[in-house]
């Protein structure tokens, strides 16, 4: 961008201090000669395109936090009250962020964490995965939470005491092989260096051993007056029996009022998972839905980076982004990124974004839509590309079947599939839908 590059004057200088370094120091590595190589060429390349790419502002990843975190102003004050509230020893519901990929749902969750260390509270996080126990996980996580307290609590007993019920929670699971007893302790380690404790979280039973392992942190943390909150992405992947014990140790802690929470964020039908699993669970938790961001919110994401690089989009290209992403916040990154590295000046114009928008398309088909493509099964992507078909909205299952001429009992296997990969979520009984935004856009554009 021209208003941000540095003048020819600048460059001079900066190319005769570099000169000025490398004499002083004649026995340069080579990596300090390989730079004083490339300084030259690039200060060429910034003279001649007017471009610094280096200094693009926009962050388009997978749970990155955006340079701007707009339009989600409600949630962080929702989750800042239930921080306060439990400080100051009253009731409150853990937390659950629900809402399609690419909305920012581990972006929130990473800043609720923030919020949460802020404050002093220990505090862990896990990545749920099918068909795997959370019991270790969890085990990990807490291990971190009390160590972050640690160093503030008076009774170095006290924690020792706890660290052994921590260790004996980790151990008292199955093997993956199915195997129990005391032959499991050799096969993993917590890296806890104290003995097991006997008699308390050790029962092999997920939801008794989670109740009392959640209770016994909680005890720690009130010692310190702190909390400890526990950190849980893709939530909806956490296996049916673990999700009761989950529940049945929350509705232990909103009983007694122990200062541990639980935060999860998962796909839509995330609330629906854990109503089957304990009816109480819809008053166990406060629900946020996050959704595609207004215009509003979206323009701020984009202007205020950007601003503070001394570089600005006029109206049309504002509107042209708006268009092109639709709200959603991981496109607004990725089609913000590649603009930026087009646009030969500030302000950026609705010209740019045309000549941007296939390069980030093409990006967003190969690493955003493509790479979950490609996990699916023939079957599976038959039924996907018969959801396309139907619309964008979310389908019966049997206009799906319809649609491809079958049953719709002989389908189960393929959306069964495909659920649990995260392609599709259940709407409603009898609905499916995308787990991705524009999925079925970029379904109807690849041959058959």
Excluded at 225 to 247: H, K, N, R, T, W
Excluded at 315 to 327: F, K, N, R
Excluded at 342 to 361: F, L
Aim: net charge neutral.
């Amino acid at each position: 961008m021209a208003t941000i590059t540095a003048s020819a004057r600048d460059v001079r200088g900066a190319r005769d201090a570099g000169a000025r370094c490398t004499r002083r120091a004649p026995r340069a590595t080579r990596r300090m000669s390989f730079y004083a190589n490339l300084r030259p060429q690039l200060y060429r390349l910034i003279e001649s395109e007017s471009v610094d790419p280096v200094r693009n502002p926009y962050a388009p990843g997978a749970g990155q936090r955006p340079p701007e975190l707009a339009g989600r102003d409600r949630e962080l004050q929702q989750f800042e009250v239930v921080l306060e509230r439990v400080a100051r020893g009253r009731p409150e519901r853990s937390m659950i962020v629900t809402g399609l990929r690419g909305v920012g749902k581990t972006v929130l969750l990473n800043a609720f964490r923030s919020m949460a260390i802020q404050r002093l509270w220990g505090t862990g996080k896990i990545e749920a995965r099918p068909d795997q126990s959370i019991r270790r996980p969890v085990a990990s996580a807490l291990h971190r939470a009390v160590r972050e307290l640690a160093p503030r609590h008076r009774a170095p007993d006290r924690i020792e005491e706890f660290l052994g019920v921590l260790k004996a929670f980790a151990q008292a699971g199955e093997e993956p092989g199915g195997g129990r007893g005391k032959a499991r302790a050799h096969r993993w380690q917590p890296g806890i260096d104290v003995p097991a404790a006997r008699g308390r979280a050790d029962s092999g039973d997920l939801e008794i051993d989670l109740t009392e392992l959640f209770v016994d942190a909680a005890s720690v943390a009130t010692d310190v007056g702190a909390g400890i909150a526990l950190f849980v992405d893709e939530m909806q992947d956490v296996p049916a029996d673990d999700v009761s014990a989950l529940c049945a140790a929350c509705h232990e802690l909103s009983q007694n009022g122990g200062p541990l929470i639980v935060v999860g964020a998962g796909l839509p039908h995330l609330p629906a998972v854990l109503s089957a699993s304990k009816s109480y669970s819809e008053r166990l938790f406060r629900y946020a839905r996050i959704d595609r961001l207004d215009r509003e919110s979206a323009d701020i994401a984009l202007l205020a980076p950007a601003e503070r690089e001394d570089v600005t989009f006029t109206p049309e290209a504002l509107d042209a982004l708006y268009g092109a992403a639709d709200g959603y916040p991981y496109f607004v990154q990725a089609y913000a990124k590649v603009v930026w590295d087009v646009a030969p000046d500030s302000p950026i114009t609705a010209d740019d974004i045309k000549v941007a928008a296939p390069e980030a398309e093409s990006e967003l088909a190969v690493g955003f839509f493509g790479s979950r493509y490609e996990r699916a099964t023939p079957a599976e992507r038959d039924y996907m590309r018969a959801m396309a078909m139907l619309g964008d909205d979310p389908v019966p299952t049997a206009a799906v079947a319809d649609e491809l001429g079958r049953k719709p009992s002989s389908l189960s296997p393929a959306r069964d599939g495909l659920i649990k990969k995260g392609l599709i979520y259940s709407a409603e009984r009898g609905l499916v839908a995308f787990t991705v935004p524009h999925f079925g856009k970029f379904l109807r554009a690849q041959p058959v």
